[in-house]
């Protein structure tokens, strides 16, 4: 079966600007977690949605952002985007739990 | 806050023999660890996951040990191959706590010399 997929691949984006990314979890998944990955600081959880409620939220400020639709197809936003904003973003999906992740090949944002 | 620790950045071993990547996790509350493989330029790949109450688990190629005393883990591979070179990461969750998502560590970038 098909996999998590992510789009956009790349992304390049001016700072101040937003930015929003899309995940298409594996199919009757319900779960789906972003994750933030830099070199700096590794890979960090942004937060998790289950059935279109925001289920768990990590340590980030509020210009990040994100929703689930019915389908469990998932976006984040990011707003007044800074340049430490520059990451991999990570999306995850699971039936009912984190131990079932599975990670899409992310999307690599780049604020200039 | 709590986190899971990596003890090197870099691990460099022979074709053939077996490898070991060791993490530390601070959480003794976490009841959940998982071993992943992270490409370049793909996302974290699942190898191979442990629960609080077990202390050993295999797979194919692969061992987890938890020893939860000291609070250590490792992930073994064994006959290591170059496919094998990647970054590991360990992971650990609290499942009680309101699941606030997997704790990373840091990484171990395992490279394979032929």
């Known amino acids: 079966k098909a996999g998590v997929t992510q789009t956009p691949r790349y992304l390049i984006k001016t700072r101040g600007q937003q930015v929003t990314l899309s995940c298409s979890p594996i199919s009757g998944h319900r779960s789906v977690s972003w994750y933030q990955q830099t070199p700096g600081q590794g890979l960090q959880f942004l937060f998790e949605?289950?059935?279109?409620?925001?289920?768990n939220k990590g340590n980030f400020p509020g210009r990040f952002s994100g929703r689930q639709f019915s389908n469990s197809r998932s976006e984040m936003n990011v707003s007044t985007l800074e340049l430490g904003d520059s990451a991999l973003y990570l999306c995850?999906?699971?039936?009912?739990?984190?131990?079932?992740?599975?990670f899409g090949s992310g999307t690599r944002l780049t604020v200039v | 806050g709590e986190s899971v620790g990596l003890h090197l950045p870099t691990l460099s071993v022979q074709e053939g023999d077996n490898s070991i990547i060791n993490c530390a996790y601070s959480?003794?509350?976490?009841?959940?660890f998982i071993w992943y493989k992270q490409e370049s330029g793909k996302g974290p790949q699942f190898i191979i996951d442990i629960r609080s109450n077990m202390d050993k688990r295999q797979g194919q190629r692969v061992t987890v040990l938890l020893n939860k005393t000291v609070k250590h883990l490792s992930l073994q591979i064994a006959a290591t191959q170059p496919g094998d070179s990647a970054v590991y990461f360990c992971a650990e969750l609290y499942s009680g706590g309101g699941a606030d998502g997997l704790t990373f560590g840091k990484g171990t970038h395992l490279i394979i010399q032929p």
């Open positions: 949605y289950f059935s279109e409620t925001q289920r």
């Open positions: 959480n003794s509350a976490s009841d959940y």
């Open positions: 995850a999906s699971s039936g009912q739990s984190v131990a079932g992740y599975t």
